[in-house]
């Protein structure tokens, strides 16, 4: 134990009612020797006052209160607040008014006042003396009649306390947060086409260029040399002797004989096949001067995917997700069985068509088969009509509200009831936009549901760039194709 002797603490009531707990304090901001911190008559006598009180005063009052009977109960009326560095001790000091010389000037009725003249005659004493307040105005009174003073740090204060308005927003938060807890909970992110997890869709895509007018002739003379228009003549048609009818009516036997002779070839028969062959030129002309642009018409647009998962405890209730282009483009479902799909392998538009054939004399018999008048059903000429009932639909499944497959700005999709603790749902879209300029903007997907009080949202920052390619290489393969298939023929 030091043998220095201790320093003497007066606090006012200010520090006891709103200051922290005596022994949380950091004392040793008065240094390393001992202190005796001194609770005089006139602050037990305003904590007398305060017990009635409501709020923190009131309950900071009671509590030091049942203190002071347990020290007035101990035999030197004092306790240990904090064992060591510094060592303090809480001594309890009623002392009597009449007891202390009042000071000229000073108040004793006034209980500040009353502190600071029992403080100023410990003084007298020769002892170590402070006044340990939280008011300015006692402070500047015990400055004027030589009392040191230390006014209570800010770090001393308890937290402020709650006013009505606080402690009602604190309910509400506090419902707020027992509502949410009873919400579906989403997780949700963005993958490309491959699955792999995406926080940009950057995409550079290729953009076919017009063949120049002049390859464009060569390439169709090229055809035209290929395949050039026949020349044919008008032919009479052939008679034959008809047999003898076996049976009455039409004798179905008689189309295999060619006794019915050989159709003929009319001027007109000519004239068709020659303006044929002319449209059929003019399209092949069509074709290569379009074939960048049939390209680009089938280019792979971008393409991602929106996936979401209610990892919740409860459904999610009336369910809205929504898909939306900001920007100078816009967006279409995507179906992954590609029934949607247009790619270069469907279709015969990588192929040139071949001329029409010229026109020549054949059976009548062939003319009557090709013609498909015996091979008709007689079952399809009248079918029952069954009205079409609209497909039921299941609570649990997403269905499209907008843009499954036209263009839009904003996707939609809805779900009854979206159940938790399910695979994740995946939403696909693609972008579609002008090839004239780059192409940038955002995607923005959210999910809202009638028991979800904010939305889930997730932005996918779009850029598309455009490289350009020619197509002449391509439009030669073509005339190549063709010349095979024609030889074929």
């Known amino acids: 134990m030091s043998d220095r002797p201790p320093l003497i603490i007066f606090p006012d009531t200010n520090v006891l009612v709103q200051g922290r707990a005596l022994h949380d304090l950091p004392w040793s901001e008065f240094g390393t020797g001992p202190i005796d911190l001194v609770l005089c008559g006139p602050v037990i006598r305003e904590l007398d006052r305060l017990k009635t009180r409501p709020g923190r005063a009131g309950k900071v009052a009671r509590a030091y209160s049942t203190k002071v009977r347990e020290l007035m109960s101990s035999a030197d009326k004092s306790e240990v607040l904090v064992e060591s560095t510094p060592r303090v001790m809480l001594r309890l000091s009623p002392g009597k008014t009449n007891l202390a010389p009042q000071r000229q000037g000073l108040d004793v009725g006034h209980d500040d006042q009353a502190i600071i003249n029992q403080a100023l005659a410990r003084l007298d004493q020769g002892e170590n003396v402070v006044l340990l307040t939280g008011d300015n105005f006692a402070a500047l009174a015990a400055e004027e009649f030589g009392l040191p003073v230390r006014l209570m740090p800010d770090h001393w204060l308890k937290e402020p306390e709650k006013d009505d308005s606080a402690r009602e927003l604190a309910r509400r938060d506090a419902e707020i947060a027992r509502l949410k807890a009873t919400e579906p909970t989403l997780e949700h992110r963005f993958i490309d086409?491959?699955?792999?997890?995406?926080?940009?869709?950057?995409?550079?895509?290729?953009?076919?260029?017009?063949?120049?007018?002049?390859?464009?002739?060569?390439?169709?003379?090229?055809?035209?040399?290929?395949?050039?228009?026949?020349?044919?003549?008008?032919?009479?048609?052939?008679?034959?002797?008809?047999?003898?009818?076996?049976?009455?009516?039409?004798?179905?036997?008689?189309?295999?004989?060619?006794?019915?002779?050989m159709t003929p070839v009319t001027q007109a028969d000519v004239e068709k096949y020659e303006s044929d062959y002319r449209d059929w030129l003019s399209g092949v002309r069509r074709k290569i001067a379009g074939f960048h642009a049939e390209w680009n018409r089938r280019r792979e647009w971008p393409r991602a995917i929106f996936c979401a998962t209610n990892t919740g405890s409860r459904p999610a209730n009336d369910v809205l997700v929504e898909v939306e282009a900001s920007g100078d483009f816009k967006l279409s479902g995507y179906r992954q069985d590609g029934d949607d799909d247009e790619g270069p392998k469907r279709g015969s538009w990588l192929e040139l068509s071949l001329p029409p054939t010229p026109p020549k004399p054949m059976p009548r018999s062939v003319g009557m088969l090709a013609h498909d008048w015996l091979g008709r059903d007689p079952s399809l000429l009248s079918r029952p009509y069954f009205p079409t009932m609209p497909p039921r639909r299941d609570d649990d499944v997403f269905y499209w509200r907008e843009g499954r497959s036209d263009q839009t700005e904003v996707l939609s999709l809805e779900c009854k009831a979206w159940r938790h603790g399910r695979d994740e749902e995946e939403f696909s879209f693609r972008v579609w936009a002008s090839d004239e300029g780059e192409v940038r903007g955002l995607i923005t997907a959210r999910v809202n549901a009638s028991n979800l009080s904010d939305a889930a949202e997730r932005r996918l920052p779009l850029r598309i760039t455009f490289e350009d390619r020619e197509c002449l290489t391509m439009a030669e393969s073509l005339v190549d194709d063709f010349a095979v298939r024609l030889a074929r023929r």
Not at 195 to 221: C, F, H, S
Not at 224 to 243: D, E, F, I, R, W
Request: hydrophobic fraction near 40%; charge should be neutral; charged fraction near 25%.
């Open 193 to 261: 086409a491959d699955g792999n997890e995406i926080e940009r869709l950057e995409v550079t895509m290729k953009r076919y260029q017009p063949i120049i007018p002049e390859e464009v002739d060569r390439l169709v003379a090229r055809v035209g040399a290929l395949a050039p228009m026949a020349a044919v003549t008008p032919v009479a048609a052939a008679k034959y002797a008809k047999p003898r009818a076996t049976g009455r009516g039409f004798d179905l036997s008689e189309i295999s004989y060619p006794s019915l002779g």
